[in-house]
Each structure stands twice: as C-alpha cells, then as structure tokens.
C-alpha cells in the first residue's frame, strides 16, 4: 500500500517485506512506540488454511510473555478488514543472517544463543504449543546478542489442528521424520529442528544435503546425521552428542522435551568457562631449586582442567558460584511460603546474584556490546549497583551473562528464605540492616548483617530490582507516570514490578518482603537496579 496509511492508532511508515501477509514498521500514535504491524493480504485472505493460520498465530503468540519469544501486543482488523497483528518491533538480523556473515561469536556466544532459543521452546511447550518450523529464519538477534523466537504461523497448539490429512508443513531441512511421512506431531518435532538448528549454528552449514525436497526427505528417512564436520570446527564432543540425540530418527530416543537440552546446554557452557579460566590463569613464579616453571605450570593447569571438567556435582552441593554478572549463591530446591497468605510453593533450586549488578560489571557487558552507558554513570563508584537502567537493558545484560532476571517467586524465595518471614534476616523490624530512609545509595555488597537466608545482600533497600513480572498498572501508577513519561505511558504498553524498597523510601515497610511496585517498561530510575538468576541444573 501507498505509505504513509495509517491502521487504526497505527501510523505505517516502511515496508519491510512479506508475501501472503506484508510486515510495516510503524508507530503506535497514542504511546509514540514503533512497533511492527504485519497484515494479511487479500490473496491471504482468500485462502482459508492461510487465514486460520494467521488467526492461530494471533492467539497463541499473543499469550506468550517471555524474554526470547517476539511479543504481540495487539490484533485487529483493518477498514477492507484484512486481520493485521501489531508486533515488538525487532532491531538486528534474523540467524540465518548473522550464521552467514559470521556475527555469532565465537563457541560461547553461539552456546548463548542456543540456550536463549532452547529456553523459549521449553516455555512454549510449556503453554502446549508446538512451534513446528524452527529454523534460523525464525529466530532474531537483536545488537545486544538477544534471541527471539518468532513466526507462530504453522504452530499446533492442543486441541487445535488445522492441517489437512496428508498435507506437510514446515521446512524440509528441519523437518523430523514423523512430520515427513505425516504422523501425529509432539514437541518432538521441535527438538528435532532444534538439533539440526544447534548443528547449523556452530558449523555455518546445514547437516542435510540436497536437490529436491524429495532427495532431503529420503536423506532424513533413512541418513543418519554426519557429524564429522562438528569435530573438524573443534566442537565439544557433548554438543556432538546433543545433537545427534535431538536429531535421532525415532522421537522416543531424543530428549523429553527442552528442560534436558538447557540443562545440558548449560553443563556444557559451564565446562567451557571452567576451561577457558583454567588455561587464562598464569602459573605462579617458582625459585629455581624447584621444578621447573614450564613443568610445574603445565601441571597446575592439567589439575585445574581436571577439576573443571569433571562431572558436575549435585546443584545442592555446591553453595555459590562465579558468573559473567558476579558472585552467585545457590537457592536450594523445596517448597517456601510466597505472598501476604504465605502460600506453599514448590520449586526448583536456581542461583541468584549475591548482590545488584554493579557498575563494573555493566560497564564490561556495555564494553563488550558496543552499548551506551546509562545517562549519569558514576564511573567512581564501580562497587556501587548500576541504576537508570530500564527493564530491557537489564534483560539484554542478563542474555549476554547466559542468565536471566529472577520470577517474582524466585526473587521472594530468594529474599525470605522457606520459613515465611517479614524480612531477610527474619522477623524482627531492624533499620540498621536495610539501606532505607537514608537518600543515600551504598555499595552492592554492604550491610552483611541483613543477608538472606541464600546469603543474598541487600534484598531489601539500597535500590529497588526489576524482576520479570509482566503486569497491568494500576490507576495510582498511571497518574504517577503521566507526567514523568513523554508520551504518558497506557495501560496496554509493558509494565513491570520491582521488589524491595530503596534509598528512597522513608522507611521499612512490614510488606517490603512480598508487596511491589509497578513501572513502565522503558522507564529508568536512580533508585532501580537489578540482579540475575541461573538455573541450577
């Protein structure tokens, strides 16, 4: 269509491709956000197996909220009423693109991508939807190394099928063979795509060859997968064996479904890091009636290879680790009492950043990144917890660490221990333990005498912590945004809790422990930080 044309509160300003629907960049005029509007065309609209698609599209993908899935934020119907779905508007390449021009890093970064994809489908099938055409097309990096899952057109969600007997879709490299010779679809297709994407990820090449679809269907039949060119490009053997499970012939004999693949994602993640420190740390200076250095340095750096590579203990056992956003400390699995009606909760054991992120550590993810600094960054303060930072830059910073920011259930266990207190460090209401009232940051790891039962700092006061809560704001919040926000926030754009009180606040609240606040997703604040989580796995 002619640009500009408007939809509705949507003002299209560029084409940016498309065939049977066509995506625009576009700016909603009521909240001033670009955003993506992607509509059906007339010739789309005609087709009924084409129009139910991207109707199905439009209700599963809009009730997904997680870190690496493109988000919906609105659908509708335009004036010739052709459905149109308005969408988070993506900066960056898709993978294809980033595989082809090399940007996806080195073993590390591309490990960072596939845990981001890997934990994406493990939560949409949590929600019982089955992606069905997982490809490198269909996952975005953005400048900050964030990955999105995107295109929910062809996915099958439970008690819905739409395809028609005999009838394939999906894309043939990545196709499983019990999508080929159609049988009944599971999430297992997804983990099949999964490997080959995984494959094609750290070779730069796709693991199946051919022609003609029907020439790549017999070699997904009956070929299994060469995995040759994975050990020429030096390839842990692990991920080797990863890959070759999720692409196994019979869906039986690949992972249950994508909580195995993170866990062993990570595992292989966590021996690499231990390998890379391992081989960075200079041998120290010995006097020359000892061994010699050369001798003695390779020794000590077998033994720490050793250690750091051997099978990983139990998560339970170990009580803290280093990771890319600082000191983590374990909080162990079990049930704890969350909420005001201190409910019974069970979960898994995760580790949770021993303070706020610091200065330090985000001027290094921004270093590394090429991204700006927060506006009035204190670079004489590098212990000091990083602030005026909105909820997305802590979520870019989290996926480059290969964390993420904490559940409003894991930030609470993590806070209160399992035994239902008012504060970290129980029930008694003592000042001197939270930095409350005092209109003055303080370093991350003060006030030790006010740690968590995980051994957390500063889980109460200091600064407030953004936790990944997707939420609707109320009245109060709205009118409290109006004038600090230009366009004012709405209802229907992002809002996000943050826990714990700050500096700020005049005092200690008995609530601080479980109740929350509310912010727009692009707000900054001097008195909002945040800190990371891990699975432990």
Known sequence: MQLPARIGKYELEEFLGG????VYRARDTVIGRTVAVKILTEAGCEDADVKARFLAEARMAGNIAHDNVLRIYDFGEDEAHRPFLVMEFLRGEDLRHAIKGGRTGDLRGKLAIARQVARALEHIHEQKIIHRDIKPENVHIDEAGVAKLMDFGIAKT????????????????????????????????????FGVLLFELVTGS???????VERIFYSILNEPLDLEPMRQAGVPQGLCDLVARCTAKNAGERPRGFAPVCAELERIAGE???????????????????????VLAALVVAVVLFVALRPKAAPELARSIRARSGEMVLVPAGKFLFGEKKEPVDMPAFYIDRTEVTNALYAAFCNETHRDLPPDFTTGQPDYPVVNVSILDAQAMANWAGERLPTAREWEKAARGTDGRIFPWGNEK???????GTKQVRP????????????????VGNVWEFVYDLTSPSPQALKHFKDLLQPAPAADEPWYTIRGESFQESALDDKVIWDAATVPARWRGLNIGFRCVKDAR
Do not use: C, F
Request: negative net charge; charged residues 15%.
């Open 444 to 459: 991350a790891a003060d006030l030790a005498a006010g740690a968590s039962p995980s051994g957390a700092l500063n889980m």
């Open 206 to 212: 796709k693991p199946i060859h051919g022609d003609t």
């Open 19 to 22: 065939g049977m629907s066509q």
């Open 272 to 294: 690499l890091d231990g390998a890379t420190v391992a081989l960075a740390a200079p041998a120290p200076a010995r006097r020359s009636w000892l061994l010699p250095a050369a």
């Open 158 to 193: 439970e008690g819905l099928q739409m395809t028609r007997a005999g009838y394939v879709l999906g894309t043939p490299y990545y196709m499983a063979p019990e999508q080929v010779t159609g049988q009944n679809v599971t999430e297992q297709v997804d983990v099949y795509a």
């Open 430 to 436: 003592d000042a001197s333990r939270a930095n409350v």
